[in-house]
């Protein structure tokens, strides 16, 4: 296993090198993704979206692989973010159903 990462005379390395890779957003989807747990669903719905680009774009070796961790990290919280959007939307809804109907009806 060890002589397999070894350079060998006249092999190449296919890919790009270092250099040429795009670097990672990774602290940007982090940031979105923690903005949109705190106050902008908005946000995590980027966050969650730039995350499985750039997930793609490391795996294809064409985005700097030192952000992933960073990067997973802003998308579990983009999708956490939209997670709780959507049962607070559905919670309210109830919420207006329940009481809502109850005020017009002069029940309470």
Known sequence: M???FEERPGTVEAGPTPQQMAPHRGTLVLVLGILGILCCFICGIVAWVFAN???????????????????QAGKICGIIGVVLAILGLGFWMLWMLLF????VTGSM
């Open 2 to 4: 060890a002589d397999y």
């Open 53 to 71: 680009t750039d997930l793609r774009e490391m795996d294809a070796g064409r985005m700097d692989p030192s952000g992933r961790g960073l990067t």
């Open 100 to 103: 809502g109907a109850a005020a």
